[in-house]
């Protein structure tokens, strides 16, 4: 019966698989998360340019002096937000680029193990093949010390 092969550092490399599938999903979430931090900002930006187009439409009406003041207190509360988004997205962008060595790294020692995997693989069906072939050998030798008694 032919004999499968079996590779030892199997479980290892099902191990470091795991680890960088499980990089890649950091990842993916890293990137969800830049991605709205992007859309805050963008959406803080749209408001002070909303705001600004609300201000002049009222003052150009007669209103009441602290619904004036309105306006440059939320303009300052949407550019505070746009600060903290945008140190945010630089903090992502940090975490973004640790996380791609760190990916390289995981990608690097799963490669390493599959190659040895391939290796042992091929020393294996070499053996399998040098083994199948002296059978053969033999059998043919067999034939021939028959042949020759007849």
Do not use: W
């Not at 859309?39 to 002096?65: H, L, N, R, S």
């Not at 988004?85 to 996380?99: A, F, G, P, T, V």
């Not at 995981?106 to 190659?115: L, R």
């Amino acid at each position: 019966m032919a004999q499968k092969f079996k590779f030892k550092l199997d479980g290892l490399l099902k191990v470091r698989e795991f680890k960088e599938k499980k990089i890649k999903l950091e990842l993916g979430d890293i990137l969800k998360e830049i991605e709205h931090a992007k859309a805050t900002i963008a959406k803080a930006q749209q408001d002070i340019e909303d705001c600004y187009e609300a201000q002049e439409a009222f003052v150009a009406e007669p209103a009441a002096g602290r619904m004036v003041q309105f306006f440059p207190q939320y303009i300052q509360s949407r550019r505070e937000e746009q600060k903290i988004q945008e140190n945010i997205l630089y903090s992502l962008n940090r975490k973004y680029q640790e996380k791609i060595k760190e990916l390289a790294h995981a990608k690097g020692e799963v490669k390493v193990i599959d190659n040895l995997k391939d290796k042992q693989q091929l020393e294996f069906n070499k053996k399998k093949e040098k083994k199948f072939q002296e059978g053969i050998d033999e059998l043919t030798i067999i034939k021939k010390h028959r042949e020759n008694k007849l």
